[in-house]
Nanobody
Framework: QVQLVESGGGLVQAGGSLRLSCATP????????MGWYRQAPGKQRELVAR???????NYADSMKGRFTISMDNARNTVILQMNSLKPEDTGVYYC???????????WGQGTQVTVSS
C-alpha cells in the first residue's frame, strides 16, 4: 500500500500562512503531476493547485496570488505555500499524485487546515 506523507496543516488566524508538504515514496514512478485538493465541510473536493514534473502550474482562481506550489528537484515532494489565508480556506487538504501509467493516481489521507476569523 503506497502512502503519501503529508504534513503542515493546523490552525492559523486569517491573514496568516501555512506550508503543506507531501512526500512520495521512491516506489512511485512515472509521475506526471502532483497537486493539492481541498474539501470544505459540506462541499465537494476541489483543486487547489497542481504542478507537472515539467514545472507547469495551475491554480484555482481563488488561490491565485496567495498560494504557491512547487516540486523538489527529485520530483518526489510537493510543497504548497499558503499566504493571506482566509476563513473560507478552511478544509481538509489532500495531496494527489497523477501518473502516466496504472494506477493513474494516489491520494494522501488529508491534513486539516483551519483558518479562524
Amino acid at each position: 500500500q503506497v502512502q503519501l506523507v503529508e504534513s503542515g496543516g493546523g490552525l492559523v488566524q486569517a491573514g496568516g500562512s501555512l506550508r503543506l508538504s507531501c512526500a512520495t515514496p521512491g516506489s512511485i514512478s512515472s509521475i506526471n503531476a502532483m497537486g493539492w485538493y481541498r474539501q470544505a465541510p459540506g462541499k465537494q473536493r476541489e483543486l487547489v493547485a497542481r504542478i507537472t514534473t515539467g514545472g507547469r502550474t495551475n491554480y484555482a482562481d481563488s488561490m491565485k496570488g496567495r498560494f504557491t506550489i512547487s516540486m523538489d528537484n527529485a520530483r518526489n515532494t510537493v510543497i504548497l505555500q499558503m499566504n493571506s489565508l482566509k476563513p473560507e480556506d478552511t478544509g481538509v487538504y489532500y495531496c494527489h499524485v497523477d501518473r502516466f501509467i496504472r494506477p493513474y493516481d494516489y491520494w494522501g489521507q488529508g491534513t486539516q487546515v483551519t483558518v479562524s476569523s
